[in-house]
């Protein structure tokens, strides 16, 4: 199929969705300026994940660990959705049935308007007690001490996802059960080599769904996928949705 013609197919099956999932990626928030993690040049380039991104290395030095994140936090914050956020909002607006699949921790797709969203690797927009496990979105202010402590004098951490841990039960079976019933899967500016996270769109496909993949270029999944349109998601989503509900 020409590119023009897997465009089509994409928005016709988009427009016809009773139930449609998306899975995304760093790649849809890079347009908003947060540096992706894996890619040359990004996060883990530049810092030591066994140090900032392991409870080994937190606990180590809690105190680094915090403020490194502190940093991120405010970029993070900082940032506003771009138009492939607003996209995924829209179309949560416009099908019978949406969820949103993400293993981004930065909070733009609710930014942007999202509800139906499923964080398998967290919020950087919470802290969560290491011992109680509850969560708040009460983050240190700069000039607190840190590390912060909860009030039954446990550390507080990030409520994200580090190496080693496993995912949010609830969240990975939220994900799953979407990939089950979907009819319609898009998988948006992910490399889809990150585990289990990489096997929910091959879940949906192998259930009957049609799989859509947005992404600058090839990925783990490209040969198994239905449709592949090779752009930025803030220009292929909303042309996406204009075209799948004109």
Not at 49 to 72: C, H, I, N, Q, S
Not at 132 to 140: A, I, L, N, V, Y
């Amino acid at each position: 199929m020409t590119e023009q013609e897997q465009f089509d197919k994409a928005a016709e099956a988009i427009g016809r969705a009773k139930h449609l999932a998306v899975l995304t990626g760093a790649g849809i928030s890079r347009e908003s300026g947060i540096h992706t993690f894996r890619e040359k040049g990004g996060v883990w380039d530049t810092v030591d994940a066994e140090k900032m991104a392991t409870l080994e290395g937190f606990l180590a030095d809690p105190e680094k660990v915090w403020k490194w994140y502190m940093g991120r936090y405010e970029s993070v914050t900082a940032a506003r959705p771009n138009p492939g956020h607003t996209a995924m909002a829209e179309l949560e607006r416009r099908v019978p049935a949406f969820t949103l699949i993400t293993q981004n921790i930065d909070g733009l797709h609710q930014a942007a308007g999202s509800v139906n969203v499923v964080e398998l690797h967290g919020s950087i927009r919470r802290i969560r007690c290491l011992d109680e496990g509850t969560t708040s979105s009460e983050w240190p202010r700069p000039g607190d001490a840190l590390p912060p402590r909860c009030k039954c004098g446990a550390l507080l951490r990030p409520d994200v996802v580090w190496f080693g841990e496993s995912l949010p039960e609830r969240a990975i079976s939220d994900a799953f059960d979407a990939a089950g019933s979907c009819d319609v899967m898009l998988v948006v500016g992910t490399s889809a080599i990150v585990q289990p996270a990489g096997y929910i769109p091959i879940e949906a496909g192998q259930n009957g769904a049609f799989v859509i993949e947005v992404n600058p270029e090839e990925t783990a999944i490209t040969s198994l996928v239905h449709v592949s349109i090779f752009e930025n998601a803030g220009s292929a989503l909303p042309r996406l949705v204009e075209a799948a509900f004109k």
